[in-house]
């Protein structure tokens, strides 16, 4: 537990950056016993492991705690960056560059903590870091097995991200199922790690428990089941969290605790929520972070402070005002395709009390004959990240009907690349205007590979990725947006604007009004006669969160309220 003078520098460095690391080298912190607390999965997946460890993590901040939480992922790629969202859903990008799953949006969305690679490990990575070490003969003519080694590696990764940023708790969500053969491993590290640890380690098991409607009765049979089978690799969970959709009378609940081997105080049910965010308050007010702090022996401390987490439900349950987002993408029907973006509209629309309709609009069904029925009774437009040629006209068809119909706008990476080549095609008359990712014979390149891709083969992790500096112009505005002409956002992207063609669009009325101080590759570009029309080459909903919107995404949706009051006044 960080002494109580050290609470306030030890919330600023998990905010992580140049600024954090500083202050770390002027700090003596008192040396802690960090605790390790893992969460598995049964019965089946998609239960929700990442919203509990997100919770938890969150009534730990609150109470002051140091936290951090990571995600061992158990399949084979060494990151999801190439894999497809009808595959895994959004890829989501650290600030150090790192391309990972889409729970470490939940864990940064909850926390305000930013995460890196060390926060997400996949099975393909353990297994690389192990052959490469057996390649340079590490284990010294040993047959490597997984049993130490690969397990060794598991293990490793856990404890070095709890030494290396001296945590109270370190939070480790283990993918997959129990019973998955994909888990195997991972779940041997972790036994083996309790009995390292002794009681600075935990177990949380996140079971459901099905609602039979046909016999009005919940069964709890399946999370019997799935202890039995994490039992039988030797771990015995110290707290029960059963997801159901209907409320578990309590002498359910000290039966499963009875059959479980588990403390009746210790088995908490998930009830489904109108918003992952109550999920915090729904643990609180059973005492999960009571019972992790008095297993793990921690330090206590006061209440966690909620005051800020519970005026942002407020606004979200009481906000009686609507303003109606139109998302174009190709991945509209798949939920966690731009779950960023998705959340980001939702939390400053909250912060401007007001709730978000989002409409989701397949960019690849989209035509000139149907464009304006589907947008026309939208606020504002964004239009939506994403790779290759498929959807993308209709991206085009979009962006021209907002542009000449004055409607907010927001193009998110491939989305603003798309901005530059329909202004190209229908302001600038260059009509064969194309990036050379969709043609690489088009005679006006405006959106040209990046130089340092060019020499790239390899697929995975060789894009620009990571947080970099971006100089804002002065009065422009997302410089008003921001407060500020200096920012550093995520990117995730090969491809660039044409340096080329920057005074004749800016002649036209497209201004590159952000750049890369360093390399001058063009960031942001804005029309500053239309109410808002903002592309980033960057990804602005990365970093947004529940506490801290993104300042552009606040921006864009005031910037639709304004419009819908303007529509409702006539």
């Given at each position: 537990?960080?002494?109580?003078?050290?609470?306030?520098?030890?919330?600023?460095?998990?905010?992580g950056?140049?600024?954090?690391?500083?202050?770390?080298?002027?700090?003596?912190?008192?040396?802690?016993?960090?605790?390790y607390?893992f969460?598995?999965g049964?019965?089946?997946?998609?239960?929700?492991k990442?919203?509990?460890?997100?919770?938890?993590?969150?009534l730990?901040l609150?109470?002051?705690?140091r936290?951090?939480?990571?995600?061992?992922d158990?399949?084979?790629?060494?990151?999801?960056g190439?894999?497809?969202?009808?595959?895994?859903?959004?890829?989501?990008?650290?600030?150090?560059g790192h391309?990972?799953?889409?729970?470490?949006?939940h864990?940064?969305?909850?926390?305000?903590?930013?995460?890196?690679?060390a926060?997400?490990?996949?099975?393909?990575?353990?297994?690389?870091?192990?052959?490469?070490?057996e390649?340079?003969?590490?284990?010294?003519?040993?047959?490597?097995?997984?049993?130490?080694?690969?397990?060794?590696?598991?293990k490793?990764?856990?404890?070095?991200?709890?030494k290396?940023?001296?945590?109270?708790?370190?939070?480790?969500?283990?993918?997959?199922?129990?019973?998955?053969i994909e888990?195997?491993?991972f779940?041997?590290?972790?036994?083996?790690?309790?009995?390292?640890?002794?009681?600075?380690?935990?177990?949380i098991?996140?079971?459901?428990?099905?609602?039979l409607?046909?016999?009005?009765?919940?069964?709890?049979?399946?999370?019997?089941?799935s202890?039995?089978?994490?039992?039988?690799?030797?771990?015995q969970?110290?707290?029960?969290v059963?997801r159901?959709?209907?409320?578990?009378?309590?002498?359910?609940?000290?039966?499963?605790?009875?059959?479980?081997?588990?403390?009746?105080?210790?088995?908490?049910?998930?009830?489904d929520?109108?918003?992952?965010?109550?999920?915090?308050?729904?643990?609180?007010?059973?005492?999960?972070d009571?019972?992790?702090i008095?297993?793990?022996g921690?330090?206590?401390?006061?209440?966690?402070?909620?005051?800020?987490?519970?005026?942002?439900?407020?606004?979200?349950?009481?906000?009686?005002?609507?303003?109606?987002i139109?998302?174009?993408g190709?991945?509209?029907?798949l939920?966690?395709?731009?779950?960023?973006?998705?959340?980001?509209?939702?939390?400053?629309a909250?912060?401007?009390?007001?709730k978000?309709?989002?409409?989701?609009?397949?960019?690849?069904?989209?035509?000139?004959?149907?464009v304006a029925?589907?947008?026309g009774?939208?606020?504002?437009?964004?239009?939506a990240?994403g790779?290759?040629?498929?959807?993308?006209?209709?991206?085009?068809?979009?962006l021209r009907w907002?542009?000449e119909?004055?409607?907010p706008t927001?193009?998110?990476?491939?989305?603003?690349?798309?901005?530059?080549?329909?202004?190209?095609?229908?302001?600038?008359?260059?009509?064969d205007?194309?990036?050379?990712?969709?043609?690489?014979?088009?005679?006006?390149n405006?959106?040209?590979?990046?130089?340092?891709?060019?020499?790239?083969?390899?697929?995975?992790?060789?894009?620009r990725?990571?947080?970099?500096?971006?100089?804002?112009?002065?009065?422009?505005?997302?410089?008003?947006a921001?407060?500020?002409?200096?920012?550093?956002?995520r990117?995730?992207?090969?491809?660039?604007?044409?340096?080329?063609?920057?005074?004749?669009?800016?002649?036209?009325?497209m201004?590159?009004v952000?750049e890369?101080?360093?390399?001058?590759?063009?960031?942001?570009?804005?029309?500053?006669?239309?109410?808002?029309?903002?592309?980033?080459?960057?990804?602005?909903e990365?970093q947004?969160t529940?506490?801290?919107p993104?300042?552009?995404?606040?921006?864009?949706?005031?910037?639709?309220?304004?419009?819908?009051?303007?529509?409702?006044?006539?």
């Amino acid at each position: 537990m960080a002494c109580p003078d050290q609470k306030g520098a030890a919330r600023f460095l998990q905010g992580g950056g140049t600024a954090a690391h500083a202050v770390l080298t002027q700090l003596t912190f008192q040396k802690v016993d960090t605790k390790y607390i893992f969460v598995t999965g049964g019965v089946v997946s998609s239960l929700g492991k990442g919203i509990i460890s997100s919770s938890l993590a969150r009534l730990l901040l609150s109470r002051g705690y140091r936290v951090t939480i990571q995600k061992f992922d158990p399949y084979i790629n060494i990151d999801p960056g190439t894999l497809n969202p009808y595959e895994h859903g959004e890829c989501y990008v650290t600030a150090d560059g790192h391309e990972a799953d889409l729970d470490l949006g939940h864990y940064e969305r909850f926390t305000d903590i930013r995460t890196s690679r060390a926060n997400n490990v996949t099975t393909g990575r353990i297994y690389q870091t192990v052959i490469d070490k057996e390649r340079r003969g590490d284990y010294l003519g040993k047959t490597v097995q997984i049993i130490p080694h690969i397990t060794d590696e598991i293990k490793r990764n856990v404890k070095l991200l709890g030494k290396t940023g001296n945590y109270d708790f370190v939070i480790t969500e283990i993918g997959g199922t129990v019973g998955d053969i994909e888990s195997t491993p991972f779940l041997e590290a972790v036994r083996q790690l309790k009995w390292e640890l002794g009681r600075d380690a935990l177990f949380i098991h996140l079971t459901y428990v099905p609602y039979l409607k046909a016999a009005k009765e919940l069964k709890t049979k399946p999370t019997q089941h799935s202890v039995k089978q994490l039992q039988s690799v030797g771990i015995q969970p110290d707290v029960l969290v059963l997801r159901t959709e209907k409320e578990i009378p309590p002498s359910m609940l000290r039966k499963v605790g009875q059959f479980c081997n588990v403390a009746p105080d210790a088995v908490i049910q998930s009830l489904d929520q109108p918003t992952i965010y109550q999920v915090p308050l729904g643990m609180h007010a059973q005492h999960l972070d009571d019972i992790v702090i008095r297993l793990t022996g921690a330090d206590a401390t006061p209440e966690p402070d909620l005051t800020r987490w519970n005026m942002f439900l407020h606004k979200l349950a009481n906000a009686d005002k609507v303003v109606n987002i139109g998302l174009v993408g190709k991945y509209v029907e798949l939920q966690d395709a731009y779950k960023s973006i998705n959340e980001s509209l939702m939390q400053a629309a909250t912060h401007l009390d007001h709730k978000v309709n989002i409409v989701y609009i397949h960019s690849e069904k989209l035509t000139e004959a149907d464009v304006a029925e589907k947008l026309g009774g939208m606020d504002g437009v964004v239009i939506a990240p994403g790779f290759g040629q498929r959807g993308i006209e209709g991206k085009f068809t979009a962006l021209r009907w907002c542009r000449e119909n004055d409607v907010p706008t927001f193009g998110i990476c491939l989305g603003m690349q798309c901005m530059v080549i329909e202004f190209a095609r229908n302001v600038l008359g260059l009509h064969d205007a194309n990036s050379t990712e969709m043609d690489t014979k088009t005679p006006h390149n405006v959106i040209d590979l990046m130089e340092e891709q060019k020499s790239i083969s390899n697929m995975g992790g060789t894009m620009r990725l990571g947080a970099y500096e971006c100089s804002l112009r002065p009065g422009s505005r997302v410089a008003e947006a921001y407060g500020t002409t200096d920012i550093m956002e995520r990117h995730r992207h090969r491809f660039e604007f044409n340096e080329d063609y920057r005074e004749r669009f800016e002649q036209a009325g497209m201004q590159c009004v952000g750049e890369n101080p360093g390399t001058g590759l063009v960031e942001v570009v804005e029309i500053p006669g239309k109410r808002w029309f903002i592309g980033t080459q960057y990804h602005p909903e990365y970093q947004s969160t529940v506490l801290h919107p993104n300042p552009l995404f606040l921006s864009f949706v005031k910037a639709a309220i304004d419009f819908s009051d303007e529509k409702q006044s006539k």
